[in-house]
């Protein structure tokens, strides 16, 4: 019997965007990245400006 691909859910440590704002004390929708994944972002990635527009 073949085996199937079962894809892996994606795992963060907020689960919904309200988390999201509870944890940084409730910031705009408009001012949170979904990319990278909240709670997944590394040093590099913050000083990549593509990722940022430049802010910093």
Not at 26 to 31: H, L, S, T
């Amino acid at each position: 019997m073949p085996a199937t691909a079962v894809a892996a859910k994606p795992r963060t440590k907020f689960p919904t965007i309200a988390d999201v704002q509870a944890r940084l004390g409730n910031v705009p929708e408009a001012r949170i990245l979904s990319f990278p994944a909240p709670g997944t972002a590394s040093a590099l990635d913050l000083l990549d400006g593509s990722v940022t527009d430049g802010r910093a």
